[in-house]
């Protein structure tokens, strides 16, 4: 009897090995993706929305990665007070945006969804549910294990035969190969389990320079919608009024076309619900951006989110009647989402003087400033004001073709080193980071050289003047690397 017990009880320990192994070896293996290492960030985007409060988001967000992108959540709260969440991703079709927003409203009872309908169309002929395979198991893996899951892949499987059910359970059986390519976001979950932009992802290029709204013409023509999406569009409508939540349909400015906007008019008569073509002259000049730097086409940047997000939630407001609600999980993430702002602005700033002046305005950033052959023969009175503001000390005026070295760390102190004729060298490590730096500068009395490597990447531009490499505390990465020159000329900006 005790060999058998015993027998019995290594058995149960096994299993329990193995069963830990292969959690263990799935969750390792999946691809996690986060502001720091996507541009449509997913993992953090799923993993955040579960830690949020119960019940404390107004507006969500559904769709693809135009809306990921148009709709800001800390811009509609900081402008209008307004509490929401975007749970948009790349390739989201509507198939997964049904599956996401029920599992949504296990936690939340928001009182609008707001939906594009780009994915409505047939976009991924290739795919029964719109959407490439890789991209659409990254949305089915960030879902935590529920009946919500299960039932997706479920459905999944039933309309793409070429799909394993049992992969989606034993991931490692997808993913298998990843083991060449894993690195620190695959062993340090916290990389990915928060989203301070709840949701948003950020561009930061400008956009072309100009759109044509589109002019509806033909009111007979109508394109044709993807059948499935057809359907599981129904299924929002559906679960929307079974919980009393408004449904707001939206096409988001891009290519427009009579029989699509037919279409999708047609649709939300159908169901009784509202639809906002801001491709239209109307809707779209209502946005009020100003291209090419504030982009709302396609897929939207950083600056013009913040007009699409400002004019979404004037509507919010006016026609949903969604009122503005105080929420520490906005309040603390708004510095942040300030401090990526101007991370945006600074890869754009050609001018010295407003460089240093937002380097002047944030305290996160670590600045490391390289001369190479000459930076400071006609600098102005301003430019020292401003150096001397960020807590640099050299005298400025004097140096022409000096070495110089400058770090400004508000966290740890400033670095300063400069000579008449040697090269200088400085080395260290940012405190409370995990970078190594070595930075060197010539003048032109030196032999004129400019180096700034961080963790072994050279990121200087290795021109005359002053080469600036700015190190963010928060992404713990390099936002921007530029050189500003003054000659008898006037000034440059290299990138």
């Known amino acids: 009897m005790n060999n058998i017990l015993a027998k019995i009880g290594k058995s149960i320990a096994f299993l329990m090995i193995l069963v830990i192994v292969l959690v263990g070896t799935n969750t390792i293996l999946l691809p996690k993706t986060y502001i720091n290492n996507a541009v449509w960030p997913s993992t953090s985007k799923f993993n955040q929305f579960y830690e949020m409060d119960k019940d404390s988001i107004d507006v969500l967000f559904i769709g693809s990665s135009v809306a990921a992108n148009a709709f800001s959540p800390q811009e509609i709260y900081d402008s209008y007070g307004i509490r929401s969440y975007n749970l948009a991703s790349q390739q989201q079709s509507v198939f997964f945006n049904y599956f996401w927003l029920k599992e949504a409203l296990k936690t939340q009872s928001p009182k609008v969804?707001?939906?594009?309908?780009?994915?409505?169309?047939?976009?991924?002929?290739?795919?029964?549910?719109?959407?490439?395979?890789?991209?659409?198991?990254?949305?089915?893996?960030?879902?935590?294990?529920?009946?919500?899951?299960?039932?997706?892949?479920?459905?999944?499987?039933?309309?793409?035969?070429?799909?394993?059910?049992?992969?989606?359970?034993?991931?490692?059986?997808?993913?298998?190969?990843?083991?060449?390519?894993?690195?620190?976001?695959?062993?340090?979950?916290?990389?990915?389990?928060?989203?301070?932009?709840?949701?948003?992802?950020?561009?930061?290029?400008?956009?072309?320079?100009?759109?044509?709204?589109?002019?509806?013409?033909?009111?007979?023509?109508?394109?044709?919608?993807?059948?499935?999406?057809?359907?599981?569009?129904?299924?929002?409508?559906?679960?929307?009024?079974?919980?009393?939540?408004?449904?707001?349909?939206?096409?988001?400015?891009?290519?427009?076309?009579?029989?699509?906007?037919?279409?999708?008019?047609?649709?939300?008569?159908?169901?009784?619900?509202?639809?906002?073509?801001?491709?239209?002259?109307?809707?779209?000049?209502a946005i009020g951006a100003q291209l090419p730097k504030e982009n709302v086409v396609e897929h939207e940047n950083i600056w013009g989110a913040i007009k699409m997000s400002r004019y979404i939630a004037s509507i919010l407001r006016s026609d949903y009647s969604v009122n503005p609600v105080s929420d520490r999980q906005w309040d603390d993430t708004s510095p942040y989402y300030k401090h990526l702002l101007n991370s945006a602005e600074l890869q754009h700033i050609e001018d010295l003087d407003d460089y240093l002046s937002i380097l002047n305005s944030d305290v996160d950033y670590v600045t490391f400033i390289s001369v190479k052959d000459d930076g400071f023969r006609f600098i102005t009175d301003k430019d020292i004001a401003l150096l001397n503001s960020l807590g640099l000390q050299a005298p400025f005026k004097d140096m022409f073709r000096y070495s110089y070295c400058g770090i400004i760390d508000n966290s740890n102190g400033n670095i300063e080193q400069l000579s008449t004729d040697e090269v200088i060298t400085l080395t260290g490590n940012i405190l409370d980071s995990e970078a190594i730096y070595e930075m060197t500068s010539g003048g032109g009395n030196a032999g004129v050289e400019c180096s700034i490597v961080i963790n072994g990447v050279n990121y200087e531009i290795n021109s005359v003047g002053l080469n600036i490499v700015v190190y963010d505390r928060l992404s713990k990465s390099v936002v921007d690397r530029v050189c500003f020159y003054r000659n008898e000329y006037g000034l440059s900006c290299r990138r």
């Not at 002929?125 to 990254?138: A, D, F, L, Q």
């Not at 096409?251 to 076309?257: A, K, Q, R």
């Not at 037919?262 to 073509?277: D, P, S």
């Open 113 to 285: 969804v707001v939906m594009d309908s780009k994915f409505l169309f047939t976009l991924h002929p290739e795919s029964p549910v719109n959407t490439t395979e890789g991209i659409g198991r990254e949305i089915v893996d960030n879902m935590r294990w529920s009946k919500n899951k299960i039932d997706m892949i479920d459905a999944l499987t039933d309309l793409d035969s070429s799909q394993s059910k049992l992969s989606f359970y034993l991931t490692n059986i997808r993913y298998h190969s990843r083991w060449t390519e894993l690195d620190e976001s695959d062993f340090n979950f916290s990389l990915s389990e928060s989203d301070l932009l709840k949701g948003q992802s950020i561009l930061t290029a400008y956009g072309e320079d100009s759109y044509t709204p589109f002019v509806p013409d033909n009111t007979e023509i109508k394109s044709e919608l993807n059948p499935v999406m057809e359907e599981y569009f129904g299924k929002i409508v559906e679960l929307c009024q079974s919980k009393n939540i408004q449904l707001m349909l939206v096409s988001l400015p891009d290519v427009m076309t009579d029989a699509m906007n037919n279409r999708l008019t047609e649709l939300a008569n159908e169901y009784g619900i509202n639809y906002y073509n801001f491709c239209t002259s109307d809707q779209y000049n």
